[in-house]
């Protein structure tokens, strides 16, 4: 979140997206189960960013009507997808 702090202090774009990412935030965490919750927040700990990405991916499987409950069992899904899809980006 530092990371986002500097960044909103230096332009009004950077702010805006904080904003955003807040919103978002909540809007997926209303639909979480208090273990889901728990593992974003120790994500979110550990890596900003990270936290971001997931955020993004689980807001379009909402949207997109593919989850209308994220409990532990499918955001530990959701986060060894993400994974997958990165450690076959790395390799190429």
Known sequence: MDELQRFSTQSPQGAEAEQQIVQLECAVKSIMSPDARSRFANIKLASP??????????????????????????????????????????RK
């Open 49 to 90: 960013q990270r936290a971001v990405q997931v955020l993004l991916v689980l807001a379009q499987l909402v949207h997109a009507g593919g989850i209308e409950q994220i409990d532990d069992a499918s955001f530990r899904d959701v986060l060894v997808k993400m994974q997958s899809k990165e450690t076959r980006l790395f």
